[in-house]
């Protein structure tokens, strides 16, 4: 069993930045991909990158390409989305994940053994 705890989350401005982070504890040795998806309120949950457990492969929305990059440090445990330049179309639920799965890291939600509750980004015009 693998927990995920999401932080970093807020209110900011357009063309601003966040930092959300993801710590990992328990089983983590089925965190081979992780991510990171988002819901906004009436719309469906959307992938927003992810990334494999080397580091060396990552995957965008086009949504965020160039304004949005994924890491992790593996020693820690901990997924991070550090997200700038900021729009309000970016306002949205957005959720952790993490499953053991070979490349390349699934786009599907359905794939994501593991989900964290959630962190809350508000960005007003």
């Known amino acids: 069993q693998v927990h995920l705890v999401e932080s970093g989350g807020g209110s900011v401005q357009t063309g601003g930045s966040l930092r959300l982070s993801c710590a990992a504890s328990?089983?983590?040795?089925?965190?081979?991909?992780m991510g990171w998806f988002r819901q906004a309120p009436g719309k469906e949950r959307e992938g927003v990158a992810n990334i494999y457990i080397l580091g060396d492969s990552t995957h965008y929305a086009d949504s965020v390409k160039g304004r949005f990059t994924i890491s992790r440090d593996n020693a820690k445990n901990t997924l991070y989305l550090q997200m700038n330049s900021l729009k309000p179309e970016d306002t949205a639920m957005y959720y952790c994940?993490?499953?053991?799965?070979?490349?390349?890291?699934?786009?599907?939600?359905?794939?994501?053994?593991?989900w964290g509750q959630g962190t809350q980004v508000t960005v007003s015009s």
């Open positions: 328990g089983y983590t040795y089925s965190t081979a991909c």
């Open positions: 994940v993490a499953t053991l799965s070979a490349l390349p890291c699934p786009n599907n939600p359905a794939m994501y053994k593991y």
